[in-house]
């Protein structure tokens, strides 16, 4: 270091370098983050304006449609069914092993991105731990429905 | 008949924490009342979770509580662990937490300074009495069921393992431990404190790092073996919760050092003790308060959200506000001159600044999708890729700091003499760089630029930490605080060398097999057996049959199951794990195939090399931290005075905790 450095120029570098650092982190963060958000979207709205959102990364949240669970005959891992709200219902194709709490008639999520005909490519299912649980929005898609049903005393 | 002393009981406490606050608050702190107001104060509280553990063993299902969260077959053990199964109960035992902290913090400060002990137990009185009412008229486990329930609902499946019941204990020891650096802080800025209390703050700082450590080492752990999915960290946003106060945490308690010895930094060290605690309380909120669904949060009540976010924001603004009239009073007693750019000053406040922008980082990815649907702009998520992206550059210079960090001299130090001591350390990871990237091919055919660098950080902490001990214990021993930094950097290496190997080389296979069938995979074969059943306790088990053979040719049997508990409609699976410390081999079952007669089953198995080495890694870190706090010099009464004119010596440094 040189010695014409008094005090409060070191401080005044440490400073300086700290604030570069941080804009850089920022600049960093905020390109990390743009890139890695995942819009919660439901079947309803994916029928309006699905077009526009083909090349988004989704999480699409619903109902797995009764009797719409289909694995691939060939003994693959390969599933397809159905998330549905009180309006839509948006297929989806998913290859791998489904969360234990996966089932026909609960809540569950799906994460991917949409093909030409409107077919949700699956990355990742997700079913919530409690078996109770249903996404918020798709609990506010299916307000009229039946009421949930709240486990017995 | 438990639930009416159990009111009672949270009220003498409650009433015990408000004289307890106006004790030590008061102008002339009260120290023999408030001794007595947080004795009573911890006999409520802890009589409260002794009679609510009764009342499990008894299956009392009169009190809403336990028949949420339990059941007649629920085994004893897990009954007893249900205690804080749920919001109710969990939040009670946060309020142990504080009373055993604050029991701790008074025998610990009363021995220096009675009034300044007062004043901090006045301080941990107002958090006892905040959160006290929560519990009382918000959370009240005691709250009746009428008509009694015939039955319980049972625990959720997902808690009744070994390593849950231990994990919320140890969590919230750890969460409620930064409430003691944080009263501390603003006992000081109430009505000032004797010099000697930065360095009385450590072990405190210290020993809640530790506890919270334990606590999500055992929650990863339990993820791992429990969740089915084989991963150790989901970036959760239950899980960030207490990764946030850890950070603070580590921040925190490297900075105090700094604080303690040569009086830097001392509003930064305040923030740093408000901003751990509040950060707790964020993350009890974010947990308890229903704003995110998953295993932790079960049903929920807005109510309980908003006196939460009440709580938050008054312990915020309350400290904002001491700091803004009586700040002075953090300004350290010695005014040394300014640190040279080159010196363990610098050194810690750049590891300050990386480890706070990291849970920064967090912060924002847990917190921006929870404000956007609040301000209803749209429903999303942050992935794990982002927490992935960010915390690998800002981490990843810790790592690096680390290996000259400890060799800087204080205030001002020269960059030949600093070269000079890390040349072991360089060599090291010189040799590395030629090394590691030859054996990761040669072991596992791939070379991953990234696993790379993390290895040589790693290597290079292993040998310059161990070069340190290995001067001092020659030049007069290591001490308890230096063994402490040795074992916790230690941990750092090996928790890296965990996460480098697995993000780089594990591997996951989502498979199809018939029994009968075979699978390669991390140069092990698995066969699958067949399929079994048996009988639980309170469930009943699908149990899927693998025989795995490695290099050494012996057949070790693995047993996965599928589990359906007594009152919850749907399954568990229960992984198998051939463990080993270079590498975990794991498999889960799926799902059977449809039509299940035709007994194939979809299967999940991944190859984790290393994996073992981030618990280990964690826990040494906790370990470090204890031996840290068990330092003699911290108990001692006789403030600074004796070090005054210490200079550092060349070859180092008089601490590390």
Same mark, same amino acid.
């Given at each position: 270091?040189?010695?014409?450095?008094?005090?409060?120029?070191?401080?005044?570098?440490?400073?300086?370098?700290?604030?570069?650092?941080?804009?850089?982190?920022?600049?960093?963060?905020? =390109?990390?983050?743009?890139?890695?958000?995942?819009?919660?979207?439901?079947?309803?709205?994916?029928?309006?304006?699905?077009?526009?959102?083909?090349?988004?990364?989704?999480?699409?949240?619903?109902?797995? =449609?009764?009797?719409?669970?289909?694995?691939?005959?060939?003994?693959?891992?390969?599933?397809?069914?159905?998330?549905?709200?009180?309006?839509?219902?948006?297929?989806?194709?998913?290859?791998?092993?489904?969360?234990?709490?996966?089932?026909?008639?609960?809540?569950?999520?799906?994460?991917?991105?949409?093909?030409?005909?409107?077919?949700?490519?699956?990355?990742?299912?997700?079913?919530?731990?409690?078996?109770?649980?249903?996404?918020?929005?798709?609990?506010?898609?299916?307000?009229?429905?039946?009421?949930?049903?709240?486990?017995?005393? | 008949?438990?639930?009416?002393?159990?009111? #009672?009981?949270?009220?003498?406490?409650?009433?015990?924490?408000?004289?307890?606050?106006?004790?030590?608050?008061?102008?002339?702190?009260? !120290?023999?009342?408030?001794?007595?107001?947080?004795?009573?104060?911890?006999?409520?509280?802890?009589?409260?979770?002794?009679?609510?553990?009764?009342?499990?063993?008894?299956?009392?299902?009169?009190?809403?509580?336990?028949?949420?969260? *339990?059941?007649?077959?629920? $085994?004893?053990?897990?009954?007893?662990?249900?205690?804080?199964?749920?919001?109710?109960? +969990?939040?009670?035992?946060?309020?142990?937490?504080? *009373?055993?902290?604050?029991?701790?913090?008074?025998?610990?400060?009363?021995?220096?300074?009675?009034?300044?002990?007062?004043?901090?137990?006045?301080?941990?009185?107002? @958090?006892?009495?905040?959160?006290?009412?929560?519990?009382?008229?918000? +959370?009240?486990?005691?709250?009746?069921?009428?008509?009694?329930?015939?039955?319980?609902?049972?625990?959720?499946?997902?808690?009744?393992?070994?390593?849950?019941?231990?994990?919320?204990?140890? /969590?919230?020891?750890?969460?409620?431990?930064?409430?003691?650096?944080?009263?501390?802080?603003?006992?000081?800025?109430?009505?000032?404190?004797?010099?000697?209390?930065?360095?009385?703050?450590?072990?405190?700082?210290?020993?809640?790092?530790?506890?919270?450590?334990?606590? #999500?080492?055992?929650?990863?752990?339990?993820?791992?073996?429990?969740?089915?999915?084989?991963?150790?960290?989901?970036?959760?946003?239950?899980?960030?919760?207490?990764?946030?106060?850890?950070?603070?945490?580590?921040?925190? /308690?490297?900075?105090?050092?700094?604080?303690?010895?040569?009086?830097?930094?001392?509003?930064?060290?305040?923030?740093?003790?408000?901003?751990?605690?509040?950060?707790?309380?964020?993350?009890?909120?974010?947990?308890? *308060?229903?704003?995110?669904?998953?295993?932790?949060?079960?049903?929920?009540?807005?109510?309980?959200?908003?006196?939460?976010?009440?709580?938050?924001?008054?312990?915020?603004?309350?400290?904002?506000?001491?700091?803004?009239?009586?700040?002075?009073?953090?300004?350290?007693?010695?005014?040394?001159?300014? !640190?040279?750019?080159? +010196?363990?000053?610098?050194?810690?406040?750049?590891?300050?600044?990386?480890?706070?922008?990291?849970?920064?980082?967090?912060?924002?990815?847990?917190?921006?999708?929870?404000?956007?649907?609040?301000?209803?702009?749209?429903?999303?998520?942050?992935?794990?890729?982002?927490?992935?992206?960010?915390?690998? $550059?800002?981490?990843?210079?810790?790592?690096?700091?680390?290996?000259?960090?400890?060799?800087?001299?204080?205030? %001002?130090?020269?960059?030949?003499?600093?070269?000079?001591?890390? %040349?072991?350390?360089?060599?090291?990871?010189?040799?590395?760089?030629?090394?590691?990237?030859? @054996?990761?091919?040669?072991?596992?055919?791939?070379?991953?630029?990234?696993?790379?660098?993390?290895?040589?950080?790693?290597?290079?902490?292993?040998?310059?930490?161990?070069?340190?001990?290995?001067?001092?214990?020659?030049?007069?021993?290591?001490?308890?605080?230096?063994?402490?930094?040795?074992?916790?950097?230690?941990?750092?290496?090996?928790?890296? @060398?965990?996460?480098?190997?697995?993000?780089?080389?594990?591997?996951?296979?989502?498979?199809?097999?018939?029994?009968?069938?075979?699978?390669?995979?991390?140069?092990?074969?698995?066969?699958?057996?067949?399929?079994?059943?048996?009988?639980?306790?309170?469930?009943?088990?699908?149990?899927?049959?693998?025989?795995?053979?490695?290099?050494?040719?012996?057949?070790?049997?693995?047993?996965?199951?599928?589990?359906?508990?007594?009152?919850?409609?749907?399954?568990?699976?229960? +992984?198998?794990?051939?463990?080993?410390?270079?590498?975990?081999?794991?498999?889960?079952?799926?799902?059977?195939?449809?039509?299940?007669?035709?007994?194939?089953?979809?299967?999940?198995?991944?190859?984790?090399?290393?994996?073992?080495?981030?618990?280990?890694?964690?826990?040494?870190?906790?370990?470090?931290?204890?031996?840290?706090?068990?330092?003699?010099?911290?108990?001692?009464?006789?403030?600074?005075?004796?070090?005054?004119?210490?200079? $550092? *010596?060349?070859?180092?440094?008089?601490?590390?905790?």
């Amino acid at each position: 270091m040189s010695k014409v450095m008094t005090p409060r120029r070191k401080r005044l570098i440490l400073l300086l370098l700290a604030g570069a650092l941080l804009v850089a982190a920022g600049l960093f963060v905020k =390109q990390a983050f743009r890139s890695n958000l995942v819009f919660f979207v439901t079947p309803g709205e994916l029928a309006t304006d699905g077009a526009a959102r083909s090349k988004e990364l989704l999480r699409v949240g619903g109902l797995v =449609q009764p009797g719409s669970v289909h694995r691939a005959a060939d003994g693959g891992l390969e599933v397809r069914f159905t998330l549905a709200d009180a309006t839509s219902a948006v297929p989806v194709v998913y290859r791998g092993v489904l969360p234990d709490l996966f089932v026909e008639g609960k809540g569950a999520i799906a994460q991917g991105k949409l093909d030409d005909s409107g077919t949700l490519i699956a990355t990742e299912v997700l079913a919530k731990h409690d078996e109770n649980y249903m996404p918020p929005k798709v609990q506010e898609a299916l307000k009229g429905g039946q009421p949930m049903q709240k486990a017995a005393q | 008949m438990i639930g009416e002393l159990g009111q #009672i009981l949270l009220i003498i406490a409650l009433v015990a924490a408000v004289v307890q606050a106006w004790g030590g608050l008061v102008a002339r702190p009260q !120290p023999r009342l408030v001794t007595v107001a947080a004795v009573w104060q911890a006999l409520g509280i802890l009589g409260a979770i002794v009679l609510l553990g009764v009342a499990f063993v008894n299956n009392d299902f009169s009190l809403s509580y336990v028949a949420q969260n *339990s059941h007649r077959t629920l $085994p004893l053990i897990y009954r007893i662990a249900a205690v804080w199964g749920g919001h109710e109960g +969990s939040m009670l035992l946060w309020l142990a937490a504080l *009373s055993v902290w604050s029991l701790f913090a008074l025998r610990g400060l009363r021995r220096h300074d009675l009034s300044y002990a007062a004043r901090t137990l006045g301080m941990l009185g107002v @958090v006892g009495a905040s959160v006290g009412a929560f519990v009382l008229f918000t +959370s009240n486990p005691f709250a009746r069921l009428l008509p009694a329930a015939e039955e319980g609902m049972s625990l959720n499946p997902m808690l009744q393992d070994p390593g849950m019941a231990m994990h919320p204990p140890l /969590l919230y020891l750890g969460y409620v431990g930064t409430a003691v650096p944080f009263a501390m802080t603003l006992a000081a800025l109430w009505g000032g404190a004797p010099a000697g209390w930065t360095r009385w703050v450590r072990p405190y700082t210290a020993v809640a790092l530790a506890l919270l450590s334990f606590g #999500i080492a055992l929650g990863s752990w339990w993820a791992y073996y429990v969740l089915g999915w084989g991963g150790w960290w989901f970036w959760d946003p239950v899980e960030n919760a207490s990764l946030m106060p850890w950070l603070a945490l580590a921040a925190l /308690l490297h900075v105090q050092i700094a604080r303690d010895q040569h009086g830097r930094f001392p509003y930064w060290t305040a923030t740093l003790s408000v901003g751990a605690f509040v950060l707790a309380l964020l993350g009890t909120f974010l947990v308890r *308060s229903g704003v995110l669904t998953s295993v932790h949060a079960f049903a929920s009540d807005p109510r309980r959200g908003s006196v939460m976010l009440a709580l938050i924001a008054a312990a915020l603004f309350g400290s904002l506000a001491l700091v803004a009239k009586n700040g002075e009073r953090l300004r350290s007693e010695r005014q040394s001159r300014a !640190p040279a750019l080159l +010196s363990r000053d610098t050194a810690l406040a750049v590891n300050n600044l990386l480890l706070v922008a990291a849970c920064g980082c967090v912060l924002l990815g847990t917190l921006y999708p929870l404000i956007m649907d609040a301000l209803q702009l749209g429903k999303l998520s942050v992935g794990p890729p982002y927490f992935d992206a960010v915390m690998t $550059p800002v981490l990843l210079p810790v790592l690096f700091l680390l290996m000259p960090a400890i060799w800087i001299n204080w205030s %001002r130090d020269r960059g030949s003499d600093l070269l000079c001591r890390l %040349r072991p350390t360089l060599i090291a990871v010189l040799i590395g760089v030629f090394v590691l990237p030859f @054996v990761l091919a040669h072991v596992y055919g791939q070379v991953y630029p990234l696993v790379v660098i993390a290895l040589l950080g790693a290597v290079g902490v292993i040998v310059s930490t161990l070069h340190w001990a290995w001067r001092r214990l020659r030049s007069g021993g290591l001490g308890a605080a230096g063994t402490g930094m040795v074992i916790a950097h230690l941990g750092v290496a090996a928790f890296v @060398v965990g996460v480098a190997m697995v993000k780089g080389y594990g591997l996951e296979h989502d498979v199809h097999m018939q029994p009968g069938g075979t699978h390669q995979l991390g140069g092990c074969s698995l066969v699958f057996d067949r399929m079994g059943e048996r009988e639980g306790p309170n469930y009943t088990a699908q149990t899927g049959h693998f025989t795995l053979t490695c290099g050494d040719g012996a057949a070790r049997p693995l047993v996965t199951e599928k589990r359906n508990y007594v009152n919850f409609g749907m399954p568990m699976t229960e +992984s198998a794990i051939d463990w080993g410390l270079t590498r975990d081999i794991y498999v889960a079952l799926g799902s059977p195939d449809e039509p299940a007669d035709a007994g194939a089953w979809s299967v999940r198995v991944q190859y984790k090399p290393f994996v073992r080495w981030i618990w280990i890694g964690v826990v040494l870190m906790a370990l470090g931290a204890l031996s840290a706090a068990a330092a003699a010099r911290f108990r001692r009464t006789v403030p600074h005075a004796d070090r005054q004119a210490a200079v $550092p *010596s060349s070859t180092s440094v008089e601490i590390q905790a």
